[in-house]
């Protein structure tokens, strides 16, 4: 890398600090290009994004922001991984490093909180934004049913006591 590009990766990391919510940083020693293809691939379908980064850069790109901290996990063979919806990144991230042992998940930044892993985990059982939003509409259109139940059951039993009657 020439001193161009070096300037240009720096200024990508500070970027992508700057504009996610949650950056994630990870181990990826031993993956296939197979395997790091499908998790591009699938951290591209939700929404999210994966960088290889390298150590010294990255450290360089977070000397000069608000989430320097995160620099402490750039050792070894790194990446990032960073979106704006922490549910689903993290989800994506904890399921994937369960089937496969060679990603580890070392930590990350939210909101310019250091994430632990234990954090991290407990941010993937959260429901999704879509999750959220399927419950709140049961949850709104439950009542309205209810009330429709309510409003035809009355003439239901008129009907029933009707046909008592008529079939004395």
Do not use: W
Not at 26 to 41: A, K, P, Q
């Amino acid at each position: 890398m020439n001193r161009d590009q070096k300037e240009i990766f720096i200024k990508n990391i500070k970027t992508i600090v700057d504009e996610n919510s949650l950056v994630l940083v990870f181990h990826y020693r031993g993956m296939s290009m197979n395997e790091m293809t499908d998790l591009r691939v699938q951290s591209f379908n939700n929404g999210c994004n994966i960088k290889v980064t390298n150590n010294r850069l990255a450290r360089l790109a977070l000397k000069d922001t608000n989430k320097v901290d995160l620099s402490d996990f750039f050792n070894g063979p790194t990446a990032i991984a960073y979106s704006n919806d922490p549910v689903s990144l993290t989800k994506l991230l904890v399921e994937f490093s369960k089937n496969n042992n060679n990603l580890v998940v070392l930590g990350g930044i939210m909101d310019n909180e250091i994430l632990s892993v234990e954090k991290i985990e407990i941010l993937s059982k959260l429901p999704t934004l879509e999750e959220i939003r399927a419950k709140l509409i049961g949850l709104i259109s439950t009542p309205a049913q209810k009330i429709v139940s309510l409003l035809t059951a009355p003439s239901g039993d008129l009907a029933r006591v009707v046909k008592a009657y008529s079939s004395k």
